[in-house]
């Protein structure tokens, strides 16, 4: 095992168990991050997962600076989206330049490491030659577009979980507020017990809700699990 991998590993066995990092994990984080060309975020995020981050997120961002003509911040951008396209895991970044045969590991390093020296005409020349054999390994790999579609599905799945479950608990929660308050009134709303309003304050914790009786109050449920009963104006006539 060489260091780096040594330095993987201590990193993530800390990150895992939620030690905070010494002078010298934070030292070698830094090196992660300057090694991968990633923010210190998609680092961290390799660490506990063992995956590496998106290279059309990496590549995409990579090109708009170079448009901007920030070069070593470009240069930084594309050598990360070349170690997230080459390497499935954050190890593999450690070894890449050893084991790799791939000219746009030479060509991409080369220009991460002398952005700051060469004269615009030779960035670009080194820049359009970087680009072409990206677009090379990208398409052998499965191409570009495959890889933005496979992270726009799984954004729709998240989506479509996270509003299936945010549906659920509305549901849940109406029904049960319909049932404290059917014929609400002040007197009504105090009446009701600690435990009546237990449902409402734990599911609280996840939505808030604002609910219209049928006399034209109003019940809202605040994040902190307060519910109050309220005129149209919102003055609060009750509270729990």
Excluded at 100 to 122: F, I, N, Q, W
Excluded at 155 to 161: F, S, V
Aim: charged residues 40%; hydrophobic residues 35%; aromatic residues 10%.
């Amino acid at each position: 095992m060489t260091s780096c991998e040594e330095v993987v590993e201590k990193l993530r066995a800390k990150l895992l168990k939620h030690e905070p990092f010494d002078k010298t994990d934070e030292h070698n984080f830094k090196e992660l991050c300057e090694l991968t060309g990633w923010t210190e975020e998609d680092v961290r995020n390799a660490l506990i997962s063992n995956k590496t981050p998106s290279f059309h997120k990496y590549f995409t961002e990579a090109q708009r600076l170079e448009l901007w003509l920030k070069k070593e911040e470009a240069a930084r951008k594309l050598w990360g989206a070349v170690t997230a396209l080459l390497c499935n895991n954050i190890k593999e970044v450690c070894v890449l330049e050893a084991v790799s045969v791939e000219p746009l590991v030479t060509h991409a390093k080369t220009l991460y490491c002398y952005a700051d020296a060469l004269p615009d005409d030779g960035f670009k020349r080194r820049w359009e030659k970087c680009i072409k054999l990206f677009n090379e390994v990208v398409e052998r790999k499965g191409g570009l577009m495959e890889e933005k579609r496979a992270e726009r599905r799984r954004k729709l799945k998240e989506i479509y979980e996270h509003y299936w479950r945010a549906r659920d608990l509305l549901e849940e929660i109406e029904m049960e507020i319909e049932e404290l308050v059917k014929e609400i009134d002040k007197e009504d709303f105090i009446r009701y017990s600690e435990d009546d309003f237990a449902p409402l304050r734990f599911h609280r914790q996840e939505l808030e809700l604002e609910y219209q009786t049928d006399k034209g109050y109003y019940v809202i449920v605040d994040k902190n699990g307060g519910i109050y009963l309220c005129e149209k104006d919102g003055k609060i006539i009750a509270e729990r």
